[in-house]
């Protein structure tokens, strides 16, 4: 700390912190599988979903200290998801072109990108397979009066914004080893997957009929959290 008054210093270092101890979003979440590691501190930084996927995110970490001791009880219901190809598939298609040719020339059609990347073709599979599996278990779920736990989605390809992801389903750079356990914001809107529970919410206050589907959610951590309170009963199926 500077002292009031005293001559500026005549030099200073200046370093990088380093991205094992002082983690960002996606070194913490994707490249360590949200295990505590070397980290010091975290930051959701590539986050997807706004404030509720910040939220989420940490909630998946077991690191979330804000929620009430209701939120633990109550009976569960969860499901092992669609699982990956034995073998990973290959990043490139020898045979298909790769010249870009999207209208800014900066990345590929989406014909044409999954001609390229039979890991991309897999990965989009495996997440139509876990969309439809995650339908299921949110109709029994609702059937049965329980609270849906989501399971760890295995995922193929990391998301990005950029075109270039494409080539390789990684970051340039990335520790990231596939395939991965991908945070929920990569498959849902989690916007949208919290408003379920909300809506039903707001409906019963204001004495209107519930929605087709009440249903509320769980990251997938919650079982096994050991913030969990010691007497919250498991009651999960």
Known sequence: ???????????????????????????????????????????TTFTEGGYDGKIWRFREAALWLMDPPEYFSGRFLTFTPPQPPATLPPARNASAPTLKNDKYNAGWLVPDALRMSPRLRAHLELVRRHVLATRDAMALAAALKRTLVLPRYPCLCDRSEGPNIIETCTYEGSDLTLPFVCPLSHIFDLYRFRELGARAGRLAAARQPPPRLDIQLREHAFLTNPLRPPAAPDTAA
């Open 1 to 43: 700390a500077a002292v009031v008054g005293a001559a500026p210093p005549r030099s200073f270092n200046l370093a990088p912190l380093s991205a094992r101890h002082f983690c960002s979003g996606h070194v913490y979440w994707l490249q360590q599988r949200a295990t505590p590691g070397e980290c010091a501190s975290v930051h």
